[in-house]
């Protein structure tokens, strides 16, 4: 199966990439869903694409917001770069959008958006008849209708699913809520995630308020946990899945490199279960469901909208480590006598290091790394690569 990665910048692209991802998705400037990730400028599409298949992976270029006639007036030029960047699919979720790639520019290969919520054998029937490549199943699918409908389309389109990452509220992520309250439309981009905020109930005739609570840990009603499904890659194949894909545009580098991670050695058998779970609560999340996969075995969807982590990203390697000492762009503070320990897709992954030694850009001496994103060098006995990451536990 094919690890689909997220990208809210280029950065994050060679992070996934780093990490092990089979595929990166990630958006232009506009038509994506994810407005306020860093996103990719034009010429940047076209550098990412030559990046990837340089390294033998894929890129995805997500065009899934819900279209307005006034969006088709300029599409025509962007879809004639993604063409010249040579992507390996355009990830869409209007029907009239599909309709109009498929018219006017056939050699690109459309994804169906998870958006568009495809939740039958006929709904995908219809957009494999469209000549769509790749259907990106509704979130609301259990393992056994995934399986129906992998039978219904045969071999004339493949099917992918969301393995990790938030769960929106609403159906398939079509919401109105950040629309009516902000004048952010979620559904073209600007989710300002109005879910995630804290509510109280009132009646109507009188002014007690009263926060909406499930139990002492806090409010919220609107707010799912995070899917988590790497106990269960087999049961997805099984089903028909091809292509197993991970939610954050919006998420952090460590994040991505975290979960790509994890995943990437869950489905190549590097490391036991139990090892792979831990790993994932090492960087900010919900508490975990396996969403609607098992049907009526986790209806435990609500959860608070605090994410917790057991492990705070440190530093990034910048150059491959040699003759005992490493080169590291510090993103949080750390000084001598700390233990770090490695995340990396080599045989470094969770090895530790204790600092001795840290050398700032000008040759000196520090007991304390403190100035945010600064280079300095750092003992290492390990051999670590450019890309990985250090971490302390919380």
Not at 141 to 150: C, D, F, R, T, V
Not at 236 to 257: F, N, Q, T
């Amino acid at each position: 199966m094919e690890l689909l990665a997220p990208a809210g910048n280029f950065d994050k692209l060679i992070t996934a990439v780093h990490f092990g991802a089979d595929a990166v998705y990630f958006a232009g400037k506009m038509y994506g869903l994810r407005a306020f990730a860093g996103n990719f400028e034009d010429d940047e599409i076209v550098k990412a694409m030559n990046y990837l298949h340089q390294h033998g992976k894929k890129g995805y270029v997500t065009l899934n917001i819900v279209a307005n006639d006034s969006d088709f007036k300029h599409i025509d030029q962007f879809l004639e770069l993604l063409i010249r960047a040579k992507v390996d699919g355009v990830i869409v979720s209007d029907t009239g959008m599909i309709y109009y790639i498929r018219k006017n520019f056939p050699s690109l290969n459309v994804h169906v958006s998870t958006q568009a919520n495809v939740n039958n054998c006929y709904s995908a029937k219809f957009y494999a008849d469209m000549g769509v490549t790749r259907i990106v199943l509704a979130r609301e699918l259990s393992l056994n209708q995934i399986k129906e409908i992998a039978l219904a389309v045969g071999d004339k389109v493949e099917l992918e699913a969301f393995v990790h990452g938030a769960m929106c509220i609403s159906y398939s992520g079509r919401c109105l809520l950040s629309n009516y309250m902000t004048g952010r439309d979620s559904n073209r981009g600007a989710c300002v995630q109005a879910c995630r905020w804290n509510y109280t109930i009132r009646e109507v005739n009188k002014t007690e308020e009263y926060p909406i609570e499930e139990d002492e840990r806090g409010t919220y009603i609107l707010n799912s946990k995070d899917l988590c499904m790497i106990k269960h890659l087999k049961e997805l194949e099984d089903a028909g899945i091809c292509s197993l894909k991970i939610e954050g545009r919006m998420k952090s580098d460590y994040y991505v490199a975290s979960v790509v991670n994890a995943y990437r050695r869950a489905l190549d058998n590097k490391n036991d279960i139990q090892t792979l779970e831990e790993e994932l609560e090492k960087t900010s999340h919900r508490r975990y469901t396996t969403g609607f996969y098992f049907g009526s075995d986790d209806k435990e969807f609500l959860a608070s909208s605090m994410p917790i982590q057991t492990a705070e990203f440190i530093a990034k390697v910048v150059e491959d480590s040699q003759k005992g000492t490493v080169k590291v762009e510090m993103r949080n503070r750390f000084k001598t006598g700390d233990e770090l320990e490695v995340l990396s897709p080599t045989d470094s992954f969770l090895k530790k290091i204790k600092i001795t030694n840290i050398i700032n850009a000008k040759g000196e001496p520090i007991d304390d790394c403190k100035r945010v994103q600064e280079i300095v060098t750092i003992n290492c006995p390990l051999d670590l690569k450019q890309g990985d990451i250090l971490r302390k536990s919380n």
